[in-house]
């Protein structure tokens, strides 16, 4: 039995005891986490240098196999794959550990729930017995001062009416303190009894959790044990291997292997010449030259060869000598130039003996030239096929519109100024510099966008044949009247009014929320979500009070900011919103001043920075940053969630900030990232239905649209509204309403759109209309991708109130835009 240390030693004249322990206990929680997250790491540690062994393992295997060492390889690989195999058990084992620790972690927090519930009735008591105790104090003071004032009056010999009056205030101060008196001892006889219990009950909790914590860390120091025995087994093994592996083992081994015979040449006797024979089987021999290409030759007069045979030989594929003696008369394999034309050599028709390359003649002069009769015929394709060469004029048509496709490995684009070295298309980041979507590839979401006139695009593959450039003035739309815009005759017609089943239904009262002047809460580090396709370069709106972040004083009220960035992705197949997908996410990011640093540095304990996150119940999941804060996850209210700082670790986080970039006036710090409950189409800003008709000469295309408030926190306008349609089969020509822009290099459409709200024609309800004339149609219906943003409002509805004295809210920023929002037929 351990002894009641929490019993005795957490009473005090204030009664924090209680405060102290329960606290205490909370800490059980954050201590399991760190050993959790300590257990992980290791086996991520593990398991890298299980894959580095197993690595180095293939790596001895293909060294050489050369040579009487060679063998000794194999020792090398079996056993480091030996070990990388023991420290991928280690791994195994320490997952296993982390499931109980984490099983151990959710019973903790159940058992401490719990516990909070029991000992809420000593709360109560600690609470009732500090506030009788300054009740008491208070009266014992006006007690002792009238009587003060009693015994002075009478001294002085003031009338008996005021004696008698002063002394009626006393004897209510005697029973007003008497009161409190019996009062107190009341709540102290309970207040004892049940801190007592509870004091115990907290050593309790400790002493189970110590030892459950000491049984994980003996499981863990088990299984490393176990592992460095698998490992001292193995080096043994290895050594043994080593020392059993002796010099003579490895040269016999060689020997075996490699040996090339045990028999020695015999002995050769000297023998006489005999004349007769020698001279009979004597026959005059040919010689070769030996000639370097491209050189001139020295004559030789034993030579009955010219090196031209060489030459030839070689023209064969072979190299000199290769094949032997080539009769290139009848090999039939011609030399051939650069353009593919055959070359033929001069023909004497008077000496049939010059017809050949060979040349058995001393007296040639090779300082003078060789001359060559050269027949020109044009080369067979090795496939059979003839294809008709064009003229002059068709293959200048033909060079004026060709368009080079991408390699894989990056091309040269010229641009206006300069020639620039554009990056592959898979390597590009996929963000917009211009919130531009006309380089966009919906289906590609690491294709790069930019700007066709400044800088150059990602090269996107186009078709091979010509292209026709679109005729200047073919559509001139009519003035756009006061109701939604009618196609004209025989111009957009093809696809016929479909009304789209949207929902949720519109609300007729919600207008967008008044912009704010804008605020400096933000430094060279945007507060936007890199998530966001066009929100990182957008100006925000908001309101920001208080002091230069320069001249903060310990004892003022420290100023931060907040921020709130969402990214919606949507996709919409065809006009049935059971098929919409929706994803939304966001993160949530506190700005502090420059100033704050050295309020946190100079004093050794800052108030804890406290704040609730409100509408949590909207959120599906939540990840807060748990290098710098804390939570209670036995809090029982659904919709909020309170969190509080490491301070210890904020204070280092933004000491560390300030010596990276001292002339910041305002560091940023990522709080948590959570995912939003998405209820499919009613959770999305801009509701979509795209229609294509497709025949083999034209393609008509429509895309519905509308605004959802109700998918908003606080209804406001879509701004920055694009769309992009690719569109193939050879656009020849296109019509639009409103008007459109066309690439004809990437063959796509861009529609850029005014603000979309409540407040513009037909409440935000609209369609897009395109016809395209084609050259080689028909064409394949694709995904369209539409951008868009809003400032001052999320849809989430998340928000946060600061907790607790000593900080104060100076701006509040909410934003969302698009991520990957697209729409199919």
């Known amino acids: ?85 023991c420290h991928m058990d280690l ?44 009740s008491l104090q208070k ?42 008196v019996e009062k107190y001892a009341s709540a102290k006889s309970d207040f004892e009894q049940k801190m007592a219990e509870t004091s115990q009950r907290f050593q309790d909790i400790e002493e189970n959790h110590i030892l459950h914590m000491k049984e994980i860390i003996r499981s863990y120091s088990q299984s490393v044990e176990e592992t460095h025995v698998q490992i001292g087994e193995v080096h043994n093994e290895f050594v043994r291997n080593i020392e059993n592996t002796s010099e003579e083992s490895l040269i016999q081994k060689l020997s075996e292997s490699k040996g090339t015979g045990k028999e020695r040449p015999g002995p050769i006797e000297f ?57 290139i008369q009848n090999a039939n394999v011609p030399q051939v130039d650069a353009e593919g034309f055959c070359i033929r050599p001069e023909v004497n028709e008077n000496h049939p003996k010059d017809n050949s390359f060979y040349s058995s003649s001393d007296s040639e002069d090779e300082d003078e030239p060789r001359k060559f009769h050269v027949q020109i015929k044009p080369v067979q394709p090795n496939n059979g096929t003839h294809q008709n060469r064009a003229n002059i004029d068709e293959l200048k048509a033909s060079i004026g519109n060709i368009i080079l496709s991408p390699s894989t490995s990056g091309q040269m684009r010229r641009n206006q100024s300069n020639d620039e070295l554009v990056k592959p298309r898979g390597s590009t980041p996929f963000e917009l510099s211009n919130n531009d979507l006309l380089f966009l590839d919906p289906l590609n979401s690491a294709s790069g966008v930019g700007s066709s006139s400044s800088v150059s695009s990602p090269a996107v593959p186009v078709p091979n044949r010509p292209t026709t450039p679109l005729a200047a003035g073919a559509l001139v739309p009519p003035p756009r009247p006061s109701s939604r815009p009618k196609l004209p005759t025989g111009k957009l017609t093809g696809i016929n009014e479909i009304v789209r089943p949207f929902s949720p239904p519109k609300a007729s009262n919600a207008s967008p929320p008044p912009t704010a002047p804008l605020a400096r809460a933000e430094s060279s580090s945007s507060l936007s979500s890199n998530a966001s396709l066009s929100a990182g370069n957008t100006p925000t709106v908001g309101t920001s009070r208080g002091p230069s972040p320069v001249t903060l004083a310990s004892q003022d009220a420290l100023p931060i900011a907040v921020a709130f960035t969402e990214t919606v992705n949507a996709y919409f197949k065809g006009a049935d919103p059971a098929k919409c997908i929706v994803k939304i996410t966001g993160d949530m990011t506190l700005s502090f001043p420059m100033g704050i ?39 029982s209210d ?86 992009l349609v690719p569109v193939d089969g050879g656009v020849t020509n296109m019509q639009s309403l409103p008007n459109s822009v066309w690439n004809s290099e990437q063959s796509k459409c861009l529609w850029k759109l005014s603000d979309i709200s409540e407040k513009t024609d037909n409440e935000g309800a609209g369609s897009l209309r395109a016809k395209f004339e084609l050259s080689n149609g028909p064409s394949n219906p694709s995904t369209l991708a539409v951008q868009f943003m809003n400032e001052g409002s999320t849809l989430s509805g998340v928000d946060m109130d600061l907790q607790g004295t000593g900080y104060r809210l100076s701006l509040n920023k909410k934003r969302f835009a698009t991520g990957r929002y697209m729409a199919d037929c």
């Open 638 to 723: 659904s919709n909020s969630k309170n969190f509080w700082f490491n301070m210890q670790a904020l204070t280092s986080y933004l000491r560390k900030a300030s010596e990276q970039n001292p002339s910041a006036s305002y560091y940023n710090v990522e709080i948590l990232k959570y995912q939003v409950l998405s209820d499919g189409i009613h959770s999305t800003p801009l509701n979509l239905a795209v229609y294509w008709k497709c025949t083999p000469s034209t393609t008509d295309l429509r895309l519905d649209y509308r605004y959802n408030p109700e998918s908003m926190d606080s209804p406001g306008p879509l701004t920055n509204v694009q769309v």
């Open 91 to 134: 791994v195994r084992k320490l997952q296993e550990l982390i499931k109980e620790v984490q099983r151990y972690v959710e019973e903790q927090a159940k058992a401490h729930k719990k516990t909070k519930e029991e000992v809420a009735p000593t709360l109560e008591a600690v609470q009732s017995i500090q506030s009788i105790s300054q």
């Open 271 to 327: 023998e006489e010449c005999n004349t007769a024979i020698a001279t009979e089987g004597a026959k005059p021999r040919k010689r070769k030259t030996f000639g370097i290409p491209g050189r001139k030759k020295d004559k030789d007069t034993d030579s009955t060869e010219s090196t031209e045979v060489e030459t030839a030989n070689t023209a064969n594929g072979a190299p000199p000598g290769y094949y032997g003696s080539i009769d």
């Open 1 to 85: 039995m351990i002894t009641p240390y929490f019993l005795e030693n957490f009473w005090g004249e204030k009664n924090n005891g209680f405060d102290v322990l329960y606290h205490n206990m909370k800490h059980g929680q954050i201590s399991s986490k760190e050993l959790t997250d300590f257990i992980r790491e290791r086996s991520v540690i593990e398991e890298a240098y299980a894959r580095s062994m197993t690595k180095l393992a293939k790596s001895a295997g293909n060294f050489s196999q050369l040579g009487t060492f060679a063998p000794v390889w194999d020792i090398f690989k079996s056993s480091t794959e030996k070990l990388a195999s």
């Open 597 to 635: 640093i050295k309020v946190f540095t100079t004093n050794p304990s800052p108030a804890v920075l406290t704040f609730k996150l409100k509408n949590t119940s909207r959120l599906e999941q939540i990840l807060p940053n748990q290098q710098l804060l804390y939570s209670d996850p036995s809090q």
């Open 139 to 180: 009266s014992k003071e006006n007690y002792n001062a009238k009587t003060v004032e009693q015994e002075r009056l009478r001294k002085e010999g003031a009338t008996q009416r005021e004696v008698d009056k002063a002394g009626v205030k006393a004897k209510k101060a005697i029973e007003t303190y008497k009161s409190y």
